[in-house]
DNA sequence: AGAGACAGTATCTATTTGATACCGAGCACT
DNA sequence: AGTGCTCGGTATCAAATAGATACTGTCTCT
């Protein structure tokens, strides 16, 4: 395989490394995106808010979450002029048309958490 | 920490540290994770055939996802006591509702990839 | 002059991931 | 009897990533 097969020649295959599709399935594969796209489901948000709504994040790595985000073009970030500083995030269509899995993903994981957290124990016992 | 909210008296809340969904969702935050699901969607796959079906997972990476899926219940592994061994991994009915939100991202994933390349190209200009 | 808000950086450490080499059991062949 | 092969992994070490924590710059308000 060589290059990334950005044509629609051949089927995307996810499973195949240096696939398109396969760059972008990293991209959700990450700790955070799930969240920080979720978040966003709502409308835009600033900084500050997004830290206080993902519990748990660091202001690195949400400034690395965010600005990968950006970079696929799936949210925009917009920086007001004003002190002190506001900053907006909002998601694009391409980032509202990728929350439809992701909160598939997460009605997933609310309905089936107790079950998961109860097979695990069963396994480390 | 120490509880895992596994009671249902609160709406599960994926945003929050330490609640069980969110426990849940970090699994599948996980780099290989949808790939391995999603490669198991036809049936049971051997462990040599796993690592053919997904291009560029290691060894030792692809034990770590496949032990971690069992003891979440997402998916069972069966030694057949021979030579040279088998082992073969299948799908609990918990994998396969799975699928389908991952399913739906590796959909998405493979729709927007060249949209989201070309994005990536115009911002690193 | 000093404190505070906001959106981040900088720095250092801990954890995860990945590359690569190797292992053990048994069969098949020479 | 020795050699090589298959399969499903481990072992070991290096590299990349995530996380904790402290700090910065700008302006405004007291």
């Not at 060589?2 to 089927?11: G, K, L, R, V, Y």
């Not at 594969?29 to 920080?36: A, E, I, S």
Request: contains cysteine; hydrophobic residues 40%.
């Amino acid at each position: 395989m060589e290059t990334i097969a950005s044509s629609s020649a051949f089927p995307p295959d996810a499973f195949a490394k240096d696939c398109a599709s396969r760059v972008v399935l990293d991209r959700i594969g990450d700790r955070w995106t799930v969240l920080v796209v979720g978040a966003l489901a709502d409308g835009r948000l600033r900084f500050s808010e997004l830290r206080t709504r993902i519990e748990g994040i660091t202001p690195k790595v949400m400034t690395q979450t965010l600005r990968a985000l950006e970079r696929d073009g799936v949210l925009t970030r917009t920086v007001y002029a004003e002190v002190p500083p506001r900053v907006e995030y909002e998601l694009t269509d391409l980032g509202r048309d990728l929350l439809v899995p992701i909160d598939a993903i997460r009605h997933w994981a609310e309905q089936h958490a107790s079950r998961i957290v109860a097979n695990r124990e069963v396994y480390d016992r």
